[in-house]
């Protein structure tokens, strides 16, 4: 029997795997190693410490911070609950982080460390924004990239600039991929663009939303990114139909190692380092929406 109702996000730290639920009365789900459920939090509700609009969730290593943190976007604050890195049990406060004032218009934050996290959004003022909580100032805005198209349409800024982000704590270098553009983006430890890497030709149109990448993940010296290359408006009209993701697979300085033609749509994906295998989110499977994919060997050696 299927636990969830609509999941739309997983994340997976040191074995354990967080789903993010829209459609349960607790928006997040603890799962053990062997996807069993460990605990169920942040309920729903106008009450302490509860929520009443949907979180922002942020794909980072929260075993090895010891803290899962959200994103709130009608309080423009940033949530951290605590967790313990040996028994993955999850504390009953949180502390709240406000987002400097001179940062709006965030689509979405992720947790690099305790002292960086990475919003990107903006809209016409920068994409990737990497900020300090406790100092309450930004440290780096990024550029547009690549160029938008000179007009004032609004609507068109906006999907030019979602995309994921995905962290490498031992260079401490950031990977965003682009869900407008087919491309990977590869920024240093000191938020300067590095490399860019387009996996398609594009030439956008002013009104074209693609769903190119949207997902990624670091683990073993490699990049994951989760790809589709394709407009939003047609997964609307046949959700259940032959769409299918492909899995992008980059070293770590963004050069392409393999495609992986999956067999079904994935809507939300995360890499379980420790053992070896993807798991996503299949939201036309009522009856099991996690899919497990064990990865080849090659991909598993650190080089």
């Known amino acids: 029997m299927n636990y969830f109702m609509n999941p739309v996000e997983c994340i997976s730290s040191y074995g354990y795997l967080l789903v993010f639920d829209t459609g349960k009365d607790t928006y997040l789900h603890l799962l053990n ?79 690099a460390e305790d002292s960086l996290f990475i919003g990107n959004g903006g809209m016409v003022e920068g994409k990737l ?45 950031t990977y965003f991929a682009n869900s407008y553009f087919p491309q990977l983006e ?30 990624i993940d670091y683990g073993l010296n490699k990049v994951f990114a989760l790809y589709l290359g394709e407009n939003p408006d047609n997964l609307l009209k046949n959700l259940f139909g032959n769409f299918k993701s492909e899995l992008h697979v980059f070293d770590e300085e963004g050069s392409p190692v393999l495609r992986i033609k999956l067999d079904r749509l994935l809507t939300s994906f995360t890499y379980d380092v420790g053992n070896g295998r993807i798991i996503g989110i ?21 080089n």
């Open 282 to 302: 299949d939201e036309s499977n009522e009856e099991q929406p996690l899919v497990e994919y064990i990865l080849p060997k090659e991909l598993l050696k650190v």
């Open 33 to 111: 190693e062997d996807l069993s459920v460990n605990s169920a939090f942040l309920k729903k509700g106008n009450g302490p410490e509860e929520l009443d609009s949907e979180p922002g969730i942020s794909h980072h290593d929260f075993m090895r911070l010891g803290a899962i943190y959200y994103y709130d976007f009608v309080r423009s604050s940033i949530v951290r609950i605590p967790i313990n890195k040996i028994s993955g049990l999850v504390g009953n406060s949180s502390e709240e982080f406000p987002i400097p004032e001179n940062l709006y218009n965030l689509q979405s934050v992720t947790i």
């Open 186 to 215: 590869v920024y240093d430890s000191t938020y300067n663009l590095r490399k860019v890497i387009q996996t398609e030709s594009h030439s956008p149109s002013s009104h074209e939303k693609m769903f190119y990448y949207h997902g």
């Open 129 to 173: 924004f990497f900020f300090s909580p406790v100092e309450g100032k930004k440290v780096v805005e990024t550029p547009f990239m690549p160029e938008p198209v000179k007009r004032n349409d609004r609507e068109y800024l906006m999907y030019s600039y979602l995309g994921k982000v995905a962290w490498n704590p031992q260079k401490k270098w």
